[in-house]
């Protein structure tokens, strides 16, 4: 299974007689991807500024919003059996598509280094608290080799191998445990009756909640290639993402407005309140979403130059590694969420492109270097984009930015065709 991964570049379409993964599987990606501490974390800053009945509405809302969208990317995938970037090739023409290659890339890079920082960060925490003893050095090292070792085998063999043999059943046993101390722990009734303190608009927080689940658009058809049928890898990514998203920022925002707010009392709060063990499960568990940035880097590289995915692997493990031992890599997450945001209005051209331009038929790649009506929708949609988030920050603009930039590709593409 490891080397299937290694056989198709991102260019090249997997063969439908060689697709292994069914709805379970992406299932069990998806639910283990939709877990983790940064989840927990973005769960706890929708409170207090909006009461947690609110903060619960607000996840419900982004998270369905997002998912649907997620998984329709997915069904790109299964459809051309080509990578997220290759993919791009045929909605913004090969050269077009190198700009989104390089800048995600660079994102994965950064927020492969802080899955590290925050899973060695919590850790040690833990075992400070549990042994008296500190090495931040070796928890770098361990996440980070074994983060690299599971992207250099592949998605395959990490999903069969790792994640359906014991990986998820160790999920649902952590978060299982952390919802119990929740209950027994705390009146959830009394959290439920507190009043928001009206910092965030509910807008504002389905905007956070729906960044979620869109962080992965570029991602998924990394995954979803390997996919028997597109129906199978939707219905499996909606509903693994849609379950674990809802539980885990549910569980981070009671937990965080149970502890006072703030997301070092979170961690603390987690593990004082008996969660201590499920908690180091999770940040276990936090190696695939490492996994996941290290491997679709070195996909979307493989697109740009003539090195085979498992070599880039090593790479940019190595480097994520190194900048999470060296980097403050803090100053720089203002610049990785700007990179972040330019995604959202680009799937707004892709799915429009595929499902309603053509119609899900993209078989052979454009030899268009440029297709320019894309590239311009996507140019709008960013400048939507930044230009909601400064002026009306309440409404929130990820899902207007999308739906910008998808109109915007329509309408050209039609004076195109009249042209």
Request: with cysteine.
């Amino acid at each position: 299974m490891a080397q299937l991964d290694d056989t198709y570049d991102p260019l090249t379409p997997v063969p439908q007689d060689r697709r292994a993964f069914g709805a379970f599987d992406a299932f069990s990606l998806w639910f283990s991807l939709g877990i983790g501490l940064l989840v927990l974390q973005a769960g706890a800053f929708l409170v207090p500024g909006l009461s947690l009945a609110a903060a619960f509405g607000a996840i419900v809302t982004g998270t369905l919003l997002g998912v649907l969208l997620l998984a329709a990317a997915g069904v790109v995938g299964a459809d051309t059996g080509l990578s997220a970037i290759g993919s791009l090739r045929l909605s913004l023409g090969a050269r077009g598509a190198a700009i989104p290659a390089v800048l995600n890339a660079v994102q994965l890079t950064g927020w492969g280094a802080f899955e590290i920082i925050a899973m060695r960060d919590s850790a040690d925490a833990l075992a400070k608290q549990t042994f008296g003893v500190s090495s931040p050095l070796l928890w770098t090292l361990l996440f980070g080799g074994l983060a690299t070792a599971l992207a250099i085998l592949g998605p395959v063999s990490f999903v069969r191998r790792f994640l359906r043999a014991w990986g998820l059943w160790l999920l649902l046993a952590g978060a299982s445990w952390l919802t119990w101390r929740l209950l027994a722990d705390h009146d959830v009734g009394a959290l439920l009756a507190k009043a928001g303190t009206g910092e965030m608009s509910f807008g504002a927080g389905v905007d956070l909640v729906v960044a979620m689940p869109l962080s992965w658009l570029p991602l998924i058809a990394d995954y979803t290639r390997f996919g028997r049928s597109p129906g199978g890898m939707f219905r499996g990514s909606a509903a693994g993402y849609l379950l674990a998203n809802i539980w885990f920022m549910g569980l981070g925002a009671a937990y965080a407005l149970a502890a006072g707010g703030g997301e070092g009392v979170l961690l603390t709060a987690l593990a004082a309140s008996g969660g201590g063990i499920a908690l180091l499960l999770i940040v276990i568990d936090e190696t695939d979403n490492t996994f996941a940035d290290i491997h679709s880097a070195a996909i979307s590289t493989a697109t740009l130059v003539p090195l085979k995915p498992a070599h880039l692997a090593l790479g940019f493990g190595a480097l994520c590694t190194l900048i999470a031992l060296l980097a403050p890599l803090a100053r720089y997450e203002g610049f990785l969420l700007l990179i972040g945001s330019v995604f959202a209005p680009l799937f707004g051209v892709v799915l429009t492109d595929h499902f309603v331009v053509r119609r899900r038929k993209a078989a052979v790649l454009s030899a268009t270097n440029l297709n320019l009506p894309g590239l311009a929708a996507w140019a709008v949609g960013i400048a939507a984009y930044q230009a909601l988030s400064r002026l009306a920050p309440d409404i929130g603009a990820t899902l207007p930015a999308f739906a910008v930039a998808a109109v915007v590709y329509l309408g050209l593409h039609r004076l195109k065709a009249r042209a």
